[in-house]
């Protein structure tokens, strides 16, 4: 069964998200764990509000809907989590 996170778990998790804007990270969710650069959160022109955007790859993006995340993890510019 999914787990289904509050509003406010979201918004905090968006509101980390907002503060690793350029960092990277690894984020889990229920289908695994995604690592790279934190490009974008959602905003109301480009992407839902709810959404993140991952940088992979030089044109490898994933969006990420925050009610799918278990948990972020930040790394540090030495790989090491913060």
Same mark, same amino acid.
């Given at each position: 069964?999914?787990?289904?996170?509050?509003?406010?778990?979201?918004?905090?998790?968006?509101?980390?998200?907002?503060?690793?804007?350029?960092?990277?990270?690894?984020i889990?969710?229920?289908?695994?764990?995604?690592?790279?650069?934190?490009?974008?959160?959602?905003?109301?022109?480009?992407?839902?509000?709810? @959404?993140?955007?991952?940088?992979?790859?030089?044109?490898?993006?994933? @969006?990420?809907?925050?009610?799918?995340?278990?948990?972020?993890?930040i790394?540090?510019?030495?790989?090491?989590?913060?």
């Amino acid at each position: 069964m999914a787990q289904v996170l509050s509003a406010q778990e979201s918004s905090q998790f968006r509101a980390l998200l907002i503060k690793a804007i350029n960092l990277n990270v690894e984020i889990v969710t229920a289908f695994g764990s995604m690592t790279g650069e934190v490009v974008q959160t959602g905003s109301v022109i480009k992407i839902p509000l709810n @959404y993140v955007v991952l940088k992979q790859a030089e044109k490898d993006f994933v @969006y990420i809907p925050l009610a799918s995340i278990h948990s972020v993890i930040i790394i540090n510019k030495d790989g090491e989590l913060s």
